[in-house]
């Protein structure tokens, strides 16, 4: 079992900066993958950025050269930085982790970017 706890969330206006943040607790040394999807309203979610256990990383189109996903395993965090954002990037963000083939999912943070 893993449990994912978001923050980092909020308010910004459009060209501003955000960090997430997602703790793991439980089996934390079974994880191997580990990822960003957000969900916009009205829409499905979708993948946003992703990273494994030997820090390879990966990103959707849509957020290349703007987010940064990062993994501090000492902290058993992952973080997402959200730079030059845009209001299309509002959404609530969710971190998943993969092990064994399950999916476990954190509750999400919102993030609203204002125009």
């Known amino acids: 079992q893993v449990q994912l706890v978001e923050s980092g969330g909020g308010l910004v206006q459009a060209g501003g900066s955000l960090r997430l943040s997602c703790v793991a607790s439980?089996?934390?040394?079974?994880?191997?993958?580990m990822g960003w999807y957000r969900q916009a309203p009205g829409k499905q979610r979708e993948w946003v950025a992703g990273?494994?256990?030997?820090?390879?990383?990966n990103y959707a189109d849509s957020v290349k050269g703007r987010f940064t996903i990062s993994r501090d395993n000492a902290k058993n965090t992952v973080y997402l930085q959200m730079n030059s954002l845009k209001p299309e990037d509002t959404a609530m963000y969710y971190c998943?982790?993969?092990?064994?083939?399950?999916?476990?999912w954190g509750k999400g943070t919102l993030v609203t970017v204002s125009s």
């Open positions: 998943k982790a993969v092990v064994f083939g399950t999916d476990y």
């Open positions: 439980g089996s934390i040394f079974s994880i191997n993958t």
């Open positions: 990273t494994n256990r030997g820090g390879s990383t």
